[in-house]
């Protein structure tokens, strides 16, 4: 099943967001979940709050440490342009 994107809150954490999306997917234990890019940083969050079977990364990546220096620099680059 695919859900939404809820609209993400101000101050609000990659895990606190994480939360609230796998509240609204209804995710159980046992579970399989996954996510592509950003979808894939959610589900490992909502997996560290709950008990899947697995978790599915498409496109994603498990830590910012794995990030490439280009995807870092684009980062840092977001952080700097007005929202």
Known sequence: RV???LPHRDSESLREYAA???AAAKIEDGDIIGGA???GMI???AA???QPRGVILIGS???PDVLTQQARNAVRLGRL???
């Open 81 to 83: 342009t007005p929202h």
């Open 20 to 22: 609230r999306m796998a």
């Open 3 to 5: 859900i939404e994107w």
């Open 61 to 63: 990546c498990r830590s």
């Open 43 to 45: 589900a490992l969050e």
């Open 48 to 50: 560290r709050l709950t």
């Open 37 to 39: 890019s950003m979808g």
